[in-house]
């Protein structure tokens, strides 16, 4: 562990550093996780807006949306099939690339990996910084999207080519173009974080910090950054592709040129479903690492849950094809890919049930990271249990495209994501700014959220096995579908309540972030490395030597102990009385 | 609860997917409760109370193993029962003489039939704009193209989904066992126009079939029918039989 003796060296020269140096062109991790944090809710606000926007259209069609005449003055607030189209492709494509992974692998990556493992920074400072700034860019490109002639990216957030590989097909011009170039920048962004992240894993652990003794959240950062390095490229290569089909007059998706369109799935897919799993892994391991310590307890199976986050990197390769079944791939092949996605179902199973164990005999703390904990857990279940339908394939072929699936990822990626970084955001803000989050607000937030998600996401379940296709603009253009309207309206409500409550949530962040109860150093009374360290930690974490690990992370209410806790740093009581 | 909002099935191999949604339904519906009264009944009986320490465990082999195979076991005997519909649904096609061709553009779909001849790409075709008619109690074979983007062919009521993808031919297979008006919608993003974007399937008895398609497929046709020997080797038809 050379690299010790480096930043040991780089700490006896600290100075203060200038403004610009500690707050914009940061290289110190905790700085830019806040960064990310900051970018990643910012987006969180457009695309919840383009949500409420979609879901409006969809429970009343045809009606101006309020507030929407300012940016619609044409029709005077009314979404037109193109604008709505618009809406939810960016919708999605900012909720998954810049708001889920700038929080969860951006953020919370950042955040803990260094402070977790024990390190003073991660292994390549300045590509951590530019890894930032470059996904920064790639968000304002997005953004920029908006106001180009023609309206931004309308072919859905998969953009299946050649809808999207003509212009003439969609009539949105450099909108699709910036879309390409986003997710290029953005690739390239999320390309030097995970090279980092592996980096900094490998070689930076503090003295007795074995692998099997990192927190479990640091093994799901782990694992999500190898997929990250992996799938990521296949998406950069392939939207630069679209790209030149687009501009350059290619014909890789085109079949007029001698194209495949199905290619462009192929491509799409295999890098899309790791990324599902880059959305939901850090979730994970948020779960698995605040379910112990509110239950006072140890995670129930460590080695169980690792192997299985491992499994599910393996697997999560071979099983992309499931979002193909109907689309023309040789069905033969649609049967291989249901073996491999029913046995990917395995890994998940065996997490939940670890989890309900973890609870099991616990002296469970409602405070509020358990709270959204516990309902990532419960959403989690249902999400994971919806996906067993589509992976038979036959029953596949009815609700493909309808809006079950679109029940599905959002009580994956909303009741799974979304709430596993509330969750982390409530467990470590305290470590994070130095100040605590205020908990009635935080109970006003978690609540009627909780209530509102379940409001808006589950009827979905039902309109879509009822059939309703999902991204169609007007439900009312169909007889078989007319019966379900109200289910639509239910749903509206539901969004615009879950929208209004976040308010409360930027209220008590905001506030917290300048007014809250000054943190103590261990407000949770947690085991892992990051309690040790002062409120927020300073520049390179740690005072002259850095901790040094004697055990695992989850030693809650252990024998050894006359406290409920025993950190990962104190000294055993007796030589070799702790094997964890 | 949730199969009451199937719409009614109207197809022969339809009853095999419903079949295996219900078995999937009730086995994720009582995962679910079992789950969550596990979930909350811990949270309940292990909430904190003072005096009170939580269990020191790390874990146990047995019941990893336990839940590590029963699920398996689940998911596998899941996966052997969806082999055969999937079989019979997408990777048969059983004999039959009525065949349409159905080529999706943005936003209509144009239903082909073969004319006098039996042939595609002959002058006796007759081309229907969103509108397709089919006896009942036959199978129907439809060679599904797009001259534009990715559509999907849905029959909710049939339960065929299939996407029409430009540049290649695909064939698909039903039939239907009742007599009546579907809707048919694109259900795959092709633009703007894609909601709306349905055609009607009409489903007659043997004989109102053959005195519509009398009325409206042969009559048209009729004087074309010398040319058809002239024309009769069209890409089309070869490009058909070829696919799959």
Redesign the interface.
Known sequence: MSAHAATAHAHAEHHELGFVRTYIFSTDHKMIARQFLFMGLFMLIIGGLLALMVRWQLAWPETAVPGMSVFLPDTGGIL???TY?MAFTMHATIMIFFVVMPILAGAFGNFCIPLMIGARDMAFPTLNMLSFWVTFTAGLIMLGGFFVDGGHA???WTS?A??SAIPQ???TNWGQNLWCISLFVMGIGSLMGSINYITTIINMRAPGMRLFRMPLVVWSLFITAILLLLALPVLTSAVAMLLFDRTLGTSWFR??GG????LWQHLFWYFGHPEVYILILPAMGIASEILPVF??????????MAFSMIAIAFLSWIVYGHHMF???MN??L??AF??TT??I??PS??K???W??T????????KLPMLWA?SF??MF??GG??G??M?????D??I???YFIVAHIHYVVFGGSIMGAFAGIYYWFPKMFGRMLNPVLGHLHFWPTFVFFNVTFFPM???G???Q?R????PM????LQH?QHWNVVMTVGAICLGLTQIIFFVNFFWSLVAGKKAPLNPWSSNTLEWQAPSPPPHLNWGPTLPTVHRGPYE????ESRE?FLPQTAAPARAGASR? | MLSWWLPENVSTYGQDIDWLFHLIYWITGITFILVTAAFLAFLVIYRDRPGRRARFTHGSTPLEIVWTVVPSLILVVLTLLSAPAWSKIKMTMPPTDFVLEVTAKQFNWQVTYPGADGKFGTPDDKTLLDEMHVPVGKVVRVNLKSQDVIHSFFVPNARVKQDAVPGREIAQWFEISKPGKYEVPCAELCGFGHSGMKAWLYVHTAEDYAKWAAEQLRAEAAPAADETKVAATPAAQTGGNATR
């Open positions: 037109e099939p193109s189209n309308a072919a859905g299946y050649p809808l097909y969609t009539g079949p007029s194209g495949e369109p199905l239950a006072r307890k140890p995670i129930f199976g460590y080695h169980a109907v689309s023309g069905p033969a649609g049967m249901t073996v029913m046995i179902a395995v199973a065996i939940t049930f670890n309900l164990g609870l099991w005999g616990g002296r469970i703390q409602f516990l857990v419960w279940v249902i249990l919806s067993i339908f992976a038979s394939t036959p029953v072929i009815y493909q495209d309808t379940h039902i309109i096995v009822g059939g296709m991204r169609i603009y007007n253009q169909y007889e078989f379900q809650y209410s252990s024998p409920d964890h």
